[in-house]
Nanobody
Framework: VQLQASGGGLVQPGGSLRLSCAVS????????MDWYCQAPGKQRELVAT???????YYLDSVKGRFTISKDNLKKTVDLQMNSLKPEDTAVYYC???????WGQGTQVTVSS
């Protein structure tokens, strides 16, 4: 399994970022994909899910601001992040639900 997350950066509060995760080594369309975040000093937390049946789920604190999408042809899973808040600052990771592997994350910093 290979998971390459990208798209993080520094953004002001209220701004937007789009994270993307390129996936290889698995049957992508059959897998539920997750985005997690880990803020400094905190445990890793599930932020958004795109299931193999195309249902989506979100952490309450990001509902209405974040949107997860999955492209089975490109084998990518994206996280559109709008109306960002300082508390969204974290390293973000994508993960295929049925595999234990964690790829490198991408840092998101929301600060003025």
């Amino acid at each position: 399994v290979q998971l390459q997350a990208s798209g993080g950066g520094l953004v002001q509060p209220g701004g937007s970022l789009r994270l993307s995760c390129a996936v290889s080594g698995i049957s992508f369309s059959a897998n539920t994909m997750d985005w997690y975040c880990q803020a400094p000093g905190k445990q890793r937390e599930l932020v958004a899910t795109f299931t193999s049946s195309s249902r989506t789920y979100y952490l309450d604190s990001v509902k209405g601001r974040f949107t997860i999408s999955k492209d089975n042809l490109k084998k990518t899973v994206d996280l559109q992040m709008n109306s960002l808040k300082p508390e969204d600052t974290a390293v973000y990771y994508c993960k295929a639900r049925r595999y234990a592997y964690w790829g490198q994350g991408t840092q998101v910093t929301v600060s003025s």
